[in-house]
C-alpha cells in the first residue's frame, strides 16, 4: 500500500512537471487551495477560464508582488488560466488611487488608510470570502500572519490581506559604536559609557556626538521632509504615557496640546541639528535618508526592515559596519515605554467596484501562501519584507537580512501599535500634524505652538466630520491598542 502511494505520488508529481513546466513552484497548503477553489469556479461555470484580473501596484511594488521578470504572474496565469492585467500607480494614498482607478480588483494600501476605504465603501470586507473558501487568517507560529489583528483588521472586519512588514527599526554604525578612541571620548564628555540609546535623551546625545559636517558626517539622518512627519513623531509621543499616550480623549478632544505633545515634538525637531542641511527638503524621504547612510555619511537613521536588506547588499559600503535596534522610549516613572508601528506596510485591498473580487481575494491567499510569500519578500532590492513568523527563520530571508535585524524586527512588532488616528478622515488629521511639524522642524513656529494649532485642526476635522459618527472608530481603535511590553513567543 505505501509502495503504491509513493507510486502515485510519482505519477502526480511527474504529470505535473508535464502540465506546469519545470520553473512552476508548488505553493504551500494555503496556495494550492486557492488554485483549487479558482479552478473549481471555472469547471461550475462561475468564471470563465479566460478571465481577468486587473491588479493597481505601485512601481516598487511590481517586482516584488508579480515577480521578477513578472514570473509570479505567468505561474498563476499557467496554473490557473486566469490573466493578470497590471497598472502602475503613483505614490499616493490609496484612496486617491482607488478612486482614479474605479475599474480594478486588487490594489495596496497602508495600515492606517484602512477606516477610511472602509467608510468609503472603497474596499472589500474580505471576512465573507475568507469564510465561504474556508481561509483563516490567523498569527500561530511557525507560519501564521506575525500581527494579523494590526496588519489587516478594522475592529472584526477584515480590511486586507497582510503582505508587507513595516515596523521601524533605528541603524547605527557599529564599527563607530566600538572604537575604543570613540568610547574614551564619550566617556569624557558623557560620563557614561557608549552604548545602544534606550530613551529618546540617549539617542539625542549620540546623534549630537557622532554629528561632525566639517568632516563629511552627519549625526542622524531620520526623514524630515513634510509627507512622513507623523511616522517619525508618533513613537516619539506615543511612549510618554502607559501603556501609551492617547491622541485623543474618549469624547474625541485632541490630547497633544500637552507636556507630552511638545515633549516629543522638541525630540523631533532637535534632530534637524545633526542632520544635513537639506534634511527638510520636498522629496527628501528614504530614497534620500537611506543612500546616506549607505555611503556612510551619518551616523544613524530610523526605516523599515527593508533598510537591513539594502544596506546588507554586496555592494554596501557599510556592510558589516551597521546594527539594527530597538527604536528608543521614554523613562515613565520607572518603566521605559516604547512603542512601534506600521509605518508603511503594503497591504492587499479588494476593490468593490472590481469584476472579479473573489477571483482577486483567491490570487492574494496564493500570494501571500507561506511558500510562494518567501518569493515576494526575497526579491533582492525590494521593499517587500518579512510578514509571517516562517519568512523569520528562512535561511536565504536571513542571508538578505541578517539574523541580528530580523531578531530586533521580531522583538518590535510585540510594541506596535494600530498606525495613524484610526479615524475616516485620518489622512486629513496626518496632513495636518505634518504641515505644523514641518514648520516646527523649519524654526517657524516652536513645538508648543505646533500642538497648539494642530490639536486646534484636528477638533476642526472631527466636527467636520462629525462627532458622534466617529466616536465609533475611535472606540475600535483604542480596542486594538497593544498593551504588553513582553517579547513574543517567536517560532525558532
Not at 255 to 273: F, H, M, N, Q
Amino acid at each position: 500500500m505505501a509502495r503504491n502511494r509513493r507510486l502515485g505520488m510519482t505519477i502526480v508529481l511527474s504529470w505535473l512537471t508535464i502540465s506546469i513546466g519545470p520553473s512552476i513552484s508548488l505553493a504551500g497548503e494555503q496556495g494550492e487551495r486557492a488554485l483549487a477553489a479558482v479552478n473549481a469556479m471555472i469547471a461550475a461555470g462561475e468564471v470563465r477560464k479566460d478571465a481577468t484580473i486587473k491588479v493597481a501596484f505601485k512601481s516598487g511594488n511590481i517586482a516584488a508582488l508579480l515577480g521578477p521578470a513578472l514570473e509570479l504572474q505567468k505561474e498563476w496565469e499557467q496554473r490557473t488560466g486566469v490573466m493578470i492585467t497590471a497598472r502602475v500607480i503613483p505614490q499616493q494614498p490609496a484612496l486617491l488611487n482607488l478612486k482614479a482607478n474605479p475599474d480594478i480588483d486588487l490594489t495596496v494600501a497602508r495600515t492606517h488608510e484602512f477606516p477610511d476605504l472602509l467608510e468609503q465603501g472603497l474596499v472589500e470586507d474580505l471576512t465573507p470570502l475568507a469564510k465561504q473558501f474556508g481561509f483563516t487568517i490567523d498569527g500561530r507560529p511557525p507560519q501564521g500572519f506575525i500581527r494579523p489583528r494590526l496588519q489587516g483588521y478594522v475592529g472584526d472586519r477584515l480590511a486586507a490581506i497582510p503582505a508587507d512588514g513595516d515596523v521601524m527599526l533605528l541603524y547605527l554604525r557599529l564599527d563607530m559604536l566600538e572604537s575604543p578612541v570613540e568610547k574614551a571620548a564619550f566617556r569624557k564628555v558623557h560620563g557614561r559609557e557608549l552604548a545602544i540609546p534606550t530613551t529618546w535623551q540617549e539617542y539625542e546625545q549620540l546623534i549630537q556626538f557622532f554629528h561632525r559636517p566639517q568632516q563629511g558626517m552627519y549625526g542622524s539622518a531620520e526623514q524630515r521632509e513634510r509627507e512622513s512627519a507623523w511616522m517619525l513623531w508618533m513613537p516619539r509621543y506615543l511612549s510618554q504615557g502607559y501603556p501609551q499616550r492617547k491622541l485623543f480623549d474618549d469624547k474625541l478632544m485632541p490630547l497633544i496640546d500637552s507636556p507630552a505633545g511638545i515633549a516629543a515634538t522638541e525630540s523631533y525637531v532637535r534632530t534637524v541639528r545633526y542632520s544635513p542641511p537639506d534634511i527638510l527638503g520636498e522629496g527628501k524621504d528614504y530614497s534620500y535618508t537611506l543612500p546616506l547612510f549607505m555611503q556612510g555619511k551619518v551616523f544613524s537613521t530610523i526605516f523599515t526592515v527593508a533598510g537591513a536588506k539594502l544596506l546588507n547588499t554586496a555592494a554596501s559600503p557599510v556592510r558589516g559596519k551597521f546594527i539594527a535596534v530597538p527604536v528608543p522610549g521614554t523613562r515613565v516613572g520607572k518603566r521605559l515605554v516604547r512603542r512601534n508601528l506600521p509605518i508603511y506596510g503594503n497591504n492587499l485591498v479588494v476593490s468593490t467596484k472590481g469584476t472579479q473580487r473573489k477571483l482577486a481575494f483567491l490570487f492574494t491567499m496564493w500570494l501571500t501562501d507561506p511558500d510562494t510569500s518567501l518569493r515576494t519578500v526575497g526579491v533582492k532590492g525590494g521593499f517587500t519584507d518579512p510578514f509571517r513568523w516562517s519568512h523569520l527563520n528562512d535561511a536565504r530571508i536571513k542571508e538578505l537580512y541578517t539574523a541580528d535585524a530580523l531578531a530586533v524586527f521580531a522583538r518590535e512588532w510585540d510594541i506596535a501599535v494600530l498606525p495613524g488616528t484610526g479615524l475616516p478622515g485620518d489622512g486629513d488629521y496626518l496632513d495636518a500634524l505634518n504641515q505644523q511639524l514641518w514648520l516646527a522642524a523649519s524654526g517657524k513656529q516652536s513645538a508648543a505652538e505646533a500642538m497648539r494649532r494642530t490639536a486646534l485642526e484636528w477638533d476642526r476635522i472631527t466636527q467636520r466630520n462629525g462627532r458622534e459618527k466617529l466616536l465609533p472608530w475611535l472606540k475600535i481603535f483604542n480596542a486594538g491598542l497593544v498593551n504588553s511590553d513582553a517579547a513574543p513567543a517567536v517560532a525558532k
